[in-house]
């Protein structure tokens, strides 16, 4: 790894990234004693398999990404697509089951759509930075996320798209949008939650907020991700006894 490869790699999202790994081990690890520590084995796993990953990402120069953007961006749509004609796994059909992993395709098209949707923004605001404010070119990048989200949506996977739509949020920002845009969106958001809440969200969506909002209603974690819980609780005795 030359000096400039590490001259241009972001320590800070780095170590922050290390700290986070590092807490999640720890909580796993703490929430998973009744079970053989099976989660955490799979979890120190998964790290083993990315870690040289990602180095060898890291040294590969950004714009060959940029390059082969489309591509990457055609192949997760097409495996968001897959997605759908599998078996349902927990009432949605979100996983790939390869033998005794499984795959779910919205985790890789989170990084694909990022990577497309920045090189997008770079042509349409090729004459300009205030270029994306034109109606059609900010339609077209919409467009860009819109279209993975609805097969994400179509899964149900309602947590990811989610996170999709607070990304494009975020990059457009980034990327110099009025905020006149930014105000719009906020009021349509702020409308929005509540008419998804009581009219469009499925029964067990809305178990989860609340159980999320309020443990109490589900202290053994029937209704949602039970190791989630397990450290939700762990962090908390963390807390309250000073360990953390």
């Known amino acids: 790894m030359n000096k400039k490869i590490l001259k241009s790699i972001e320590w800070g999202i780095l170590v922050c990234t290390i700290l986070l790994m590092a807490i999640g081990l720890v909580a796993l690890f703490s929430s998973t004693q009744n079970s053989d520590y099976d989660e955490f084995k799979k979890q120190v796993m998964w790290l083993g398999i990315s870690i040289p990953i990602i ?41 790939f089951s390869i033998g005794p992993f499984t795959l779910q395709p919205s985790e890789f ?32 990048a919409i467009f860009t996320v819109a279209v993975p989200v609805l097969f994400i949506i179509k899964q149900p996977d309602y947590g990811t798209a989610l996170a999709f739509l607070s990304a494009l949020i975020f990059i457009l920002f980034t990327a110099g949008i009025k905020k006149r845009y930014i105000i719009i969106s ?40 039970y190791y989630s819980i397990k450290t939700s609780n762990w962090f908390r005795r963390s807390f309250r006894n000073g360990i953390i």
């Open 109 to 140: 098209a989170k990084i694909a759509i990022v990577l497309f949707l920045a090189s997008v923004l770079v042509k349409l605001q090729a004459k300009g930075r205030e270029e994306i404010n034109r109606i059609w070119k900010l339609g077209i």
């Open 186 to 225: 906020a009021l349509i958001v702020i409308i929005m939650v509540p008419v998804a809440y009581f009219f469009i969200l499925p029964e067990h969506a809305k178990t989860r907020i609340d159980v999320y909002l309020n443990p109490d209603l589900d202290p053994r974690g029937s209704r949602i991700q």
């Open 55 to 95: 180095i060898i990402v890291i040294c590969i120069d950004y714009e060959f990404f940029a390059k082969i953007s489309p591509v990457i961006y055609g192949i997760s749509l097409l495996m968001l697509i897959g997605v759908l004609f599998t078996e349902p796994i927990n009432g949605a059909t979100s996983w």
